[in-house]
């Protein structure tokens, strides 16, 4: 199969380079001309393990290159991906459409012969029916069926995510455009290893929203029953445990944490509020969720106040980890960003490491001392705070920590330490429900 990618940010690159491995030809399209040459030159834009060898082989067998001339990419296509960014819009909340409409323009100017638009941004209800309205009229004689594909890949693993997925969502009521996904997909569903769920157009695009809805108040609730738990002196991770086990239930996504940040569950969640508002069919729980979770973020610079002593005015606490999770340079919407300005409003000098997040974080915080080594980090400070669990964090030297620090308390956001061991260095410990 011949596919064009329209837009090659992280799903475009990563569903791009997948699909190459497969064996079919891609072409990944980008307005960006120095994004192109970038990329051309073998340079990868993103972090994301395995990224760069998955490119470099595909580029290498000519089944994978790059282009900014969308028109000549598309007409040679069996199918085109729109795999723009649908950031929130500003003020409203609304994801901003204008890119995937923008794209969906220009695409149906350069069809030739039947061709299938697959929509992999994850857009709200209704933007398949738009994009197939688009394209009708600016070129009435096009043969095309606009299909929904949503993507389900996680930051960091997501190459893993893409090769083994739990199931491939295809929204779409033409049996045309359905063969062509059979058979771009068929590596993965053959065999029995990734079931394909064939629906509606509509119901494809929902799936994706209410699936990472879904996930999104999983997090909330644990995170809620960790505070009941420090209440009542429970372990929140043996509770996890204990439900988990439930298959009903499952036992991912019980980790609790300091709140979940990210570019698609704060969007995500706050996007299917909109639809809800203008389907007049509320969403209730997931109003509580997004609630909840901003609260969390702020609350958990509370917590390290306490944790501190309770007043942390002219003092230097240590942040461990800024990304909104390990294995990314996203700064997202992380919790480490809320988390450190209550920290400041409250009078505190940050003194922030991670591994790969610091270039992102100088963006969205001022007044930070930032750094790459933990060590330099914990100098001095009257707390030290581990807010992304990052495998460089599982295992310093406690001792040494107690040595460094103004104060020895360690604040454990991610629940990573074990409480013995960090007491045994000497260190007051607090961490998440428990
Ligand atoms: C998510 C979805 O998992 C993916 O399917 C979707 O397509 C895009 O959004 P991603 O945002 O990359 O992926 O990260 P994910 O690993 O899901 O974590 C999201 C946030 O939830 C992070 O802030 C993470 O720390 C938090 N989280 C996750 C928890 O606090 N506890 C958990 O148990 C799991």
Redesign the pocket.
Known sequence: MRIAMIGSGYVGLVSGACFSDFGHDVVCVDKDESKIAALNAGEIPIFEPGLDHLVASNVKAKRLSFTADLAAAVREADAVFIAVGTPSRRGDGYADLSYAYGAAQEIAEALDGFTVIVNKSTVPVGTGDEVERIIRETNPKAEFAVISNP?????GAAIADFKHPDRIVIGSEDERGLEVMREIYRPLFLGGKSPLVEMSRRGAELTKYAG?AF?ATK?TFINEIADLCEKVGADVREIARGIGLDNRIGSK???A?PG??????PKDTIALLKTAQDFEAPQRIVEAVVAVNDNRKRAMGRKVIAAAGGDVRGKRVAILGLT??PNTDDMRDSPSIAIIRALQDAGATIAACDPEGVDQARKVLDDVIFTDDPWEAIEGATAAVIVTEWDAYRALDLRRMRERLAQPVLVDLRNIYDRGAAEAAGLVYHAIGR
Not at 151 to 155: D, I, N, V
């Open positions: 993507e389900f890949l996680r930051e990472n996930l997090i996504f019980l980790n944490g979940y940040g990210g570019s698609c569950f909104f999770k």
